[in-house]
């Protein structure tokens, strides 16, 4: 019953996956802490991010540390914290990720969410059929690509690839999830059917950069 529960609780986080994308009417907010913190309950607020120095695979991504410096990943260029007004619009649960990276128009998006739900990094792989199923349940029109758990620096890391119907389109979605701190950490990158063919290269280069304390 745990299990259930918890897979309900990321499925109202990530509900946002299958609803339009249309770009909104505001605009991202500056980077910063508070814009972060009040966006949603976490286990812990994360800080200003960084942007560290390393090297990056493309013209197009930027290593930065986000949730405490806990998480290095590559995020788009140009991409900012999406403002609070904005996620609670896109994401109208009260669950939604506590970080968000979107573009200027707000259809490409990349969110965080460090929940309350506990696991150990050798059980995510029996996490990850109930998840699916509860995600085939949810979305019975989506297209899957992919589903597994690999290794990324050091880290088993669940791995959900798919496209799911929306109000007006169809929505790529990438979604990883890993152990943080013994809770669960689920990051999401999406975009419309229409972004997937330039997009999903280099979400698959943010996938492969994770690299997760």
Known sequence: MKKL????????MLAVSACSNKPADTKPAEQN???????????EAPKT???????TTSDKLEAKKVLNDKVEILIPKGFTVMSEEMAKAKYP????PSLIYTDEKGTINIAFSHTETPIQDNLLKDMKDPM???????????????DEVIQINGKNVGVFELLTPAADTKI??????TE????????????????????KPLAQEILMSYKVQ
Do not use: H
């Open 33 to 43: 802490a508070a814009q972060t913190t009040d966006a949603a309950k976490t286990t």
């Open 180 to 199: 943080l701190d013994g809770k669960m950490l689920m990051t999401t990158f999406n975009c419309t059917e229409a972004q997937m063919e330039e997009w």
């Open 93 to 96: 649960m009260e669950n939604r």
């Open 172 to 177: 790529y979605n990438l979604i990883f999830f």
């Open 5 to 12: 529960v918890s897979v309900a609780l990321l499925l109202s």
């Open 132 to 146: 699916k199923q509860a995600f085939s349940n949810m979305y019975q029109g989506a297209t899957w690509y992919r």
């Open 49 to 55: 991010d960084s942007t560290t120095p390393a090297a």
